[in-house]
């Protein structure tokens, strides 16, 4: 048990900043992606409005899911930085101290702050491009003289 919470300690900052990183870019990559098309999608070349959702919705779920889940990953490392600083406690043999417990503590919430962080770009770019999704629907309906009441 030592030897996990001893490889714990050494790299949970890098596990799960990383993974904020790797979701980062994802979210980049998506958001940019996904701007350039919903910009420069010509709708009136869709015979029905399914094929029209197909493309506008593409990778809309990753971007929701990375902003719903950020805050879930750094939660994660502030968790397991607690539980380390605990253990750390409980080895300690009685000799506390007080700087270095908050210290610890600090330095596990930052995992808390850099999944927030990730989290509402996120979801503000998501709520923006469900917009341009909403936008594009309705030139389509616009040009095909289809109205829908979402019923």
């Known amino acids: 048990m030592s030897q996990l ?10 596990i799960i ?4 990183a ?8 998506f958001v940019i992606e996904r701007f ?3 910009s420069r999608v010509n709708v009136a070349k869709y015979e029905n409005i399914h094929q029209l959702d197909i493309d506008l919705n ?6 929701s899911t990375i902003g719903s ?8 490392g502030t968790v397991i930085g607690i539980l380390l600083t605990f253990y750390e406690l409980g ?7 007080a700087s270095a417990i908050m210290l610890n503590l600090s330095l596990a919430l930052k995992a808390t702050a850099v999944g927030i962080l990730v989290a509402i770009p996120a979801m503000v770019c998501y709520n923006g491009l469900n917009r341009k999704v909403e936008v594009n629907r309705l030139k389509w309906q616009a040009l095909n003289g289809t109205h829908h009441t979402g019923e």
Do not use: E, Q
């Not at 790797?22 to 990559?29: A, D, G, I, R, Y």
């Open 17 to 20: 900043l990383g993974l904020l």
């Open 69 to 76: 889940n950020a805050p879930y990953v750094g939660l994660l």
């Open 22 to 29: 790797f979701m980062s870019f994802l979210l980049v990559w």
């Open 91 to 97: 080895n300690s043999g009685g000799d506390i101290d």
């Open 36 to 38: 350039i098309f919903l």
């Open 5 to 14: 919470f001893d490889f714990l300690h050494a790299y949970i900052d890098y």
């Open 58 to 63: 593409r990778n809309l779920t990753i971007i």
